[in-house]
């Protein structure tokens, strides 16, 4: 019987998470001060931040960063999750590619977003913070983060972006399940959001104004630290887990990835298998491996966006990223990959695109989906919208191969389930989604407003 799943005994997960600034070729930039334009220092930051994740953020020295021991026991709650071969996708494809997934769909959050949420919450922890708050797109990092919160006895508040609430309102009530409070936004309950409504009173959010309404509630609340799911350097850095189990389970199959994909809002979950691969091709071990994020066609930040200092918010709360985005302003569609509808890209990846280590495609919204069915009805697993990204670049890899009649091992990260994203499938089937582009002259229109650094 030829093997599907290969499975690490909790003794083989990990200890330590991989820092790739410290092996980068070329640096990311520093963030910097909005107000100075002069580098931010970890005291800086952890004005937002707890201090721990502040100097992760800033670390360009180590290469190996040690899991505390209570995160690792945490880990095993759910870890090590399955590297998968695709047999019954490969034969729908008829395509001649092996191909392989890292399936983070398994865990009770059911996506990749906990591996960063519960660092974050135990450095809080044991800092004495008392009260963490934070933004969500599709609500997998809200979840996660709400239940993070609970196991270390914190207090969570989610801001989570208007239209995806209505979309998937059963995120916010498995947040509530955890003991959180949720609020829409943009909101009433920030200036932030008071004046993202009063400028536009139809707005239906973004991960931008809910990362403004976020900080502004940590920043003016006593005990309270901001967490982020993606896109900073420390969560990255977190989600490197995913990774480095996965060379060690393409081991158990006797293969190496010649691509890796997944698909990309800020980072997160793209970096964390990525960037453990991506030091094979630093150290000349593993030179050809291809790496692809893919990213919705509606919000194309690393393919058509543009590499420059840009806030991470609407509201300029934030400090100044070196980023590909499309400003900061942008008004993504309202396209069912909630979690991918960010102006943004993180800095590691900015850099590594620019410098030509990886690359983005992009990808219409009906494909995705059509691709979501194609896996759903071989694997038997209803992927998230996000995930149909990552899923609808794999397959476009192995139709190809087929034409070029070659036989490369494919790798992509399925970072999350569908379960809870029914209707955006009910959609679909009944023929009721459409595609969304955004224009060359919408772009440029957007990034306008982004800071002269």
Known sequence: MRQKKFILSEKDIPTQWYNIQAEMPNKPLPPLNPSTKQPMSVEDLAHIFNRECSKQELDQENKWIDIPGEVLEKYTYYRSTPLVRA?????????????YFKNESTNPLGSHKVNSAIPQCYYCKQEGVTNVTTETGAGQWGAALSYAAKLYGLEAAVYQVKITMQQKPYRSIIMRTFGATVEGSPSMSTRAGKNIITADPHHLGSLGTAISEAIELAVNTPGCKYTLGSVLSHVALHQTVIGLETEKQMEMAGEYPDKIIACFGGGSNFGGIAFPFMRHIFDGTHKDTEFIAAEPNSCP???????????????????????????HDFKPANIHAGGLRYHGAGTIISQLIKDGYMHGVDIPQLETFAAGLIFAQSEGIIPAPESCHAIAATIREAKKAKIEGKSPVILFNLSGHGLIDMPSYNSYINGDLTNYTVSDEQIEEFLAGVPKV
Do not use: N, Q, V
């Not at 047999?87 to 191909?99: F, K, N």
């Not at 590499?307 to 509201?315: I, V, W």
């Open 87 to 99: 047999y019954a996708l490969e034969e729908a494809l008829d395509t001649p590619a092996h191909i």
């Open 301 to 327: 930040k690393l393919t058509r966006g543009k590499f420059e200092y840009d806030f991470g918010d609407e509201a300029g709360y934030t400090p100044l990223l070196p980023m590909f985005t499309l400003g």
